[in-house]
């Protein structure tokens, strides 16, 4: 099993920055990826981005060039670096990722981003 524990989240304006963390109770070796998904009111979950076990990194379009995803193995712990945010970006964020063909979330982080 594995718990991930998101944190960083808040209220930011526009143009702002904001520094999310997931902690994972196994060690980031262990996972083949970590990865963020957010849920906006009313919309779908959707993909924000990942992190595979070499150290790779994907982003979906609407966030790229603007968040970035790095990973402190040691402490167990990817980040989320979210830069020149918008209100669009205002969303319940999780962090995800498997073991052993098994799926885990976190409980989220709720981002919001004023006009």
């Known amino acids: 099993q594995v718990q991930l524990v998101e944190s960083g989240g808040g209220l930011v304006q526009a143009g702002g920055s904001l520094r999310l963390s997931c902690v994972s109770s196994r060690s980031t070796f262990e996972l083949n990826y970590m990865a963020w998904y957010r849920q906006a009111p009313g919309k779908q979950r959707e993909f924000v981005g990942n992190?595979?076990?070499?150290?790779?990194?994907m982003y979906a379009d609407s966030v790229k060039g603007r968040f970035t995803i790095s990973r402190d193995n040691a402490e167990n712990t990817m980040y989320l670096q979210m830069n020149n945010l918008k209100p669009e970006d205002t969303a319940v964020y999780y962090c995800?990722?498997?073991?052993?063909?098994?799926?885990?979330w976190g409980q989220g982080t709720q981002v919001t981003v004023s006009s």
């Open positions: 995800n990722t498997e073991l052993r063909f098994e799926n885990y």
């Open positions: 992190i595979i076990r070499r150290g790779s990194t």
